[in-house]
């Protein structure tokens, strides 16, 4: 492995290297060693970065590289890449391209045949659903849901029919809004809100969402903040309508929450605790009766 590195260090390369996400010790010997190395660091805020480059004795040109620059600055990284140099990309916390910029840079480094190399290192949605208490054999990352009322709750309609824990990234001036609606739609699942990972203040609130709709109520969350939704509890599927048939729960789901026609019919089977294959032969077997002459 060690010999792969430097042969693609005499050749140009871009390193994503991982960064602290609060704590500065959290970062790797790796990481630090890529960042000693590097001809220049790319970085979303420069003055950011610096004190963590300071706090570690690392004196490297750096060089701003953020959503409203990348068009321009990442061909110039690439040009840079192909002469020799080695880039260092790190966001201002965690992984970078994950809810980052970056994804540009590396598609174009792939294109002009520039190796990339990852340098793991912490990650808040990893960190958060570790201490969770939420399921964790299969997860689903949503980033951060649009800003927009009616854009946020199209977003969670589609959610609707996930049975993985849900993480998503939300800002504190938003995270009560964005509770409500998914309390609305998603129903009272069991969830964790998570602050300040890693750093002084970290704090995990755990209990259903409408217990953490209360709980911001009475105490508002301040700082970064990664919200968690485990899957629907079994007994959910009493808050459907029994009356209601489960052919026009599938058309209504495909109607409201502009989910196909299989997606419709997973979701409705599984508020009725029903298999998907017992769903769909009580759809067969009610059409068959519907087309029995009277």
């Known amino acids: 492995m ?25 970062i790797t010997l790796r990481a630090l060693r890529i960042l000693r190395e590097a001809d220049r660091i790319a970085c979303e805020d420069t003055r950011h970065t610096q004190k963590l480059l300071t706090h570690y004795d690392i004196r490297k040109p750096l060089v701003s590289y953020h959503e409203h620059n990348e068009l321009t600055r990442a061909p110039e990284l690439v040009m840079g890449m192909e002469q020799g140099q080695q ?3 790190v966001s201002d916390a965690g992984m970078p391209l994950v809810s980052d910029p970056g994804y540009r840079l590396v598609t174009l480094c792939l294109r002009h045949h520039v190796p990339v190399v990852p340098v793991p290192g912490p990650s808040a949605l990893l960190a958060a659903l570790s201490a969770s ?4 054999e299969e997860f689903l990352f949503a980033g951060f849901l649009p800003a927009r009322s009616g854009e946020r709750r199209r977003a969670l309609e589609r959610l609707r029919i996930e049975d993985r824990t849900i ?19 998603l129903g009272d699942r069991p969830a964790c809100l998570a602050r300040e ?5 970290e704090e995990f609130r755990r209990g259903k969402l409408s217990e953490l709709a209360v709980s911001l109520e009475e105490r508002p969350a301040r700082g970064e903040i990664t919200l968690l939704i485990g899957p629907p509890e079994a007994n959910s599927a009493a808050q459907t309508d029994t009356a209601q048939s489960l052919a026009d729960r599938v058309d209504e789901l495909i109607r409201q929450a502009k989910l196909d026609r299989k997606e419709a019919l997973k979701l409705a089977a599984k508020e009725r605790g029903l298999t998907r294959r017992a769903a769909y032969e009580q759809l067969l077997n009610m059409r068959v ?6």
């Open 167 to 185: 993480i998503l990234y939300e800002g504190p001036h938003r995270v009560d809004e964005c509770l409500a609606d998914a309390l609305e739609i």
């Open 87 to 89: 880039i260092a990309l």
């Open 197 to 201: 990972v890693t750093k002084l203040h």
């Open 2 to 26: 060690a010999g792969e590195e430097k042969t693609a260090e005499r050749r140009g390369c871009l390193y994503l290297v991982g960064t602290p996400i609060g704590n500065l010790e959290d």
């Open 133 to 136: 208490g939420l399921p964790n």
């Open 289 to 294: 009766a519907s087309d029995k002459p009277q």
